[in-house]
């Protein structure tokens, strides 16, 4: 009897461990490397508008880089010139201004956005290649960069306030005084009495310039004034996310989909069709898998673009990243093992990265099984506690990956970032 019972809890131990921890258990894919190519051979199909690519970590150079990779052969293949970035929508433009027209440096531009994860040398190269590439194409040729994050105050405060010092100089005072409390600095200090009299001023500033619109066109432009008043929404964005602590999630992918589309169709009337965003694969991809339950922005593109929305995710197969830990603040360097049945099939090809179009997986009768049944692939944020490693759930997000995403980039063995505090 007693043998029985302790064999029934071995057997229940065992099951526990699997269904917690489920590593893959498929074997490398004969001639899997027929179905992989190279970043510089991605092609995407005819017809589609928005490109997006997700990291699996945003701690490792190899999925950094890819933005730049991805991006440069979109630029050139796919006649893309807008890169849009999971970053702060103001500093973006501070951004902007480097590439278009030299302001300041590479390094001075990535600053602005004031995410420490970007803070990479990675990142500086790209815009560095954004600002040389500018220089050497005329203008219905150049590239333009934006952020559709609303997590920060200052620049998009600044591009409210810049504009109504031009366009009505006693609204500029009154503005700047009831927002003088209100920076990145700050932000996290504010009561919900300060909270909400933000939010009612934001409303007051939208109101006015909505109101005053021909008036205000008049005194400047069409384009600045739009990002003005684009500027003002990030900042009830921002406030609003404050204000529904309980919502966050919800509503920052509601945010992040809403100045997505507002890029979009601001660069549709230069003539720039098509978009690349560019973000954690827990905001692109198309089903909202994540427990945490919120709807991904990659589904909210799906909804409005159909098959014009293109969604590339990533995934690895080990990593050595950096995070940081959220109870010291502290940056540390993590190694974790990544194993599903999607990444074990790919496990003896020689590309350290490589691209997987799912539309051409699909012609092998085993990738087609395993890109159609759910796989936990690699999902870590910018907070990581080593602990995590305890159970998937922690690092992964389980999706049927052809429903997720259009293709894949697969990383062999990632390595970590250096953020430049």
């Known amino acids: 009897m007693n043998f029985l019972k302790k064999s029934s809890l071995l057997i229940g131990a065992f099951s526990l461990f699997i269904l917690l921890f489920g590593c893959g258990t ?31 970590t945003h701690g490792n150079i190899e999925f950094q880089e890819l933005k730049k ?69 005329e203008g219905d040729r150049k590239v333009y960069f934006y952020g559709n994050d609303m997590q920060r105050y200052d620049y998009s405060k600044k591009g409210v306030l810049d504009y109504y010092s031009v366009v009505n100089a006693k609204a500029f005072k009154k503005y700047a005084s009831q927002l003088e409390h209100v920076s990145n600095d700050t932000m996290r200090k504010l009561t919900m009495k300060q909270l909400n009299g ?124 950096q995070a940081k830990n959220g109870g010291s603040g502290e940056r540390q360097i993590h190694t974790l093992e990544n194993r599903n049945d999607l990444v074990d099939a790919f496990s003896d090809v020689e590309p350290n990265v490589f691209y997987v179009d799912f539309e051409k997986a699909s012609k092998s009768s085993e990738l087609l099984d395993i890109i159609s049944r759910k796989q936990k692939m690699a999902n870590i944020g910018d907070d990581f506690r080593g602990w995590y490693k305890t159970l998937k759930k922690f690092y992964t997000i389980e999706m049927i990956p052809n429903e997720a995403y259009d293709s894949v980039i697969i990383v062999k063995a990632a390595t970590p970032t250096n953020v430049m505090e």
């Open 26 to 56: 498929a074997e490398a894919l004969d001639e899997a490397d027929q179905y992989i190519s190279t970043i510089e051979e991605i092609e995407i199909p005819d017809g589609v508008k928005v490109i997006g690519l997700g990291e699996a």
């Open 69 to 137: 990779d991805v991006f440069e052969v979109l630029v050139k293949k796919e006649n893309v010139r807008v890169f849009v970035l999971e970053g702060d929508f103001g500093g973006g433009q501070q951004i902007n201004q480097f590439i278009l027209n030299g302001v300041g440096t590479a390094e001075d531009a990535v600053n602005t956005l004031d995410y420490s994860i970007y803070k990479t040398e990675q990142m500086i190269n790209l815009v560095q290649w954004m600002h040389d590439y500018n220089t050497k194409v």
């Open 198 to 321: 933000i939010d009612k001023t934001i409303d007051t500033i939208i109101l006015d310039m909505q109101t005053n619109e021909v008036k205000y066109v008049d005194q400047s432009s069409k384009e600045s004034y739009l990002f003005a008043l684009q500027y003002a929404e990030i900042l009830k964005q921002r406030t609003q996310l404050f204000l529904n602590e309980a919502n966050y999630t919800k509503l920052r992918d509601q945010y992040l989909t809403d100045n997505l589309q507002w890029i979009a169709e601001f660069e549709a009337e230069r003539g720039h069709d098509n978009i690349f965003v560019t973000g954690h694969n827990g905001h692109i991809e198309k089903t909202s898998a994540s427990l945490a339950g919120y709807k991904s922005m990659g589904n909210y593109l799906d909804e409005l673009y159909g098959e014009k929305y293109f969604a590339i995710g990533t995934d690895f197969m080990t990593s050595e990243f």
